[in-house]
């Protein structure tokens, strides 16, 4: 299957800081990646959907200026937590789906702890 | 919106026993995936479905699309300790994965 990776696989920052997390389709052309945020125990919930060398689709609720969605190459998307702050750790976890195919890959997810 | 309903929500299992789960939607979606997720890690894509009533197997698992395009299962025969994980259920229809809110899955050796 296809191979997606995300870096890091955890970060531990202070409050107010600002981090950035890498997501790359390692052999396949990402027409279309997606971050989802998980919760202890939950479910995968999806942020935001971003098609190459377009601006991100945020889902309701999520704060664009907030999550910050780069979507430049058909292989890399990277999601900024800016200003961050306790209640923004998370597991943020990235998927990408190639053009004409149904079939969504993951990442093996970011572990977000905010101090 | 779409929901889809996912059961059982855990299952607490001996070594050797099949298992069976299964999702319903309220409406009608073109694509059934089926993944599996462990701790600290991401979901990993088990079977997908593309045809009402396509039953595709992968292993020991199988999986059935529909015929009313509703609904799907999961099953897992023979289990064994490694299975332990979360199974999640997702579909599509016009738009984005919608996902269940998954079957937690024990093994008892």
């Known amino acids: 299957g296809a191979v997606v990776s995300q870096h890091p696989s955890w970060v531990i920052c202070k409050s107010g800081t600002s981090v950035k997390i890498e997501c790359r389709s390692l052999d396949f052309q990402a027409t279309t990646m997606f971050w989802y945020r998980q919760f202890p125990k939950q479910s995968l919930m999806l942020m935001a959907t971003s098609n190459e060398g377009s601006k991100a689709t945020y889902e309701q609720g999520v704060e664009k200026d907030k999550f910050l969605i780069n979507h430049a190459s058909l292989t890399l998307s990277t999601l900024t937590v800016t200003s961050a702050h306790p209640e923004d750790s998370s597991f943020y976890i990235c998927?990408?789906?190639?053009?004409?195919?149904?079939?969504?890959?993951f990442g093996p997810g970011t572990r977000l702890t905010v101090l | 919106g779409q929901q889809l309903n996912q059961s059982p929500q855990s299952m607490f299992i001996q070594e050797g026993e099949d298992v069976s789960m299964n999702c319903t939607s309220s409406s009608i979606f073109n694509t059934w995936l089926w993944y599996k997720q462990e701790p600290g890690e991401g979901p990993v894509l088990l079977i997908a479905l593309y045809k009402a009533g396509e039953l595709t197997s992968n292993g020991r698992l199988t999986a059935q699309f529909g015929i009313t395009r509703k609904d799907s299962f999961l099953n897992i025969s023979a289990s064994i300790p490694s299975d332990v994980g979360i199974y999640f259920c997702?579909?599509?229809?016009?738009?984005?994965?919608?996902f269940g809110k998954g079957t937690k899955l024990s093994v008892k050796p």
């Open positions: 998927s990408a789906r190639e053009r004409f195919y149904n079939e969504q890959f």
């Open positions: 997702a579909g599509r229809g016009q738009g984005n994965l919608i």
